[in-house]
């Protein structure tokens, strides 16, 4: 599913047109994105949270000349599913 399939289905059940669902999906994400590049959590509830964690530096072994690399720390986005989320796709 991507985020024309997301827009289709938000207009049917909104009533609105696709492209008002469209351009909807892309201020959300333009939101989050902006919120996470400066440091904050993004909470939603019965969903779950992404929240940017610093991977440290570490270093691993080539496995073809053995020889060691350091692969740089850097930040990711890491998310978090809320109890009710694991509850339904575990369908429980």
Known sequence: M????ISEIISRNLSIRK?????FIGLLIEVINENLNNG???IIS???KFIVVK???KKV???NN???????SKKVVKFFPSKNLKKKIIGK
């Open 19 to 23: 492209f008002e669902a469209y351009n």
């Open 2 to 5: 991507n985020k024309k399939d």
């Open 40 to 42: 904050e959590k993004i």
């Open 61 to 63: 072994i080539n496995p």
């Open 66 to 72: 053995k020889e060691i690399i350091i692969i740089a």
């Open 55 to 57: 991977r440290n530096e």
């Open 46 to 48: 019965n969903f779950g």
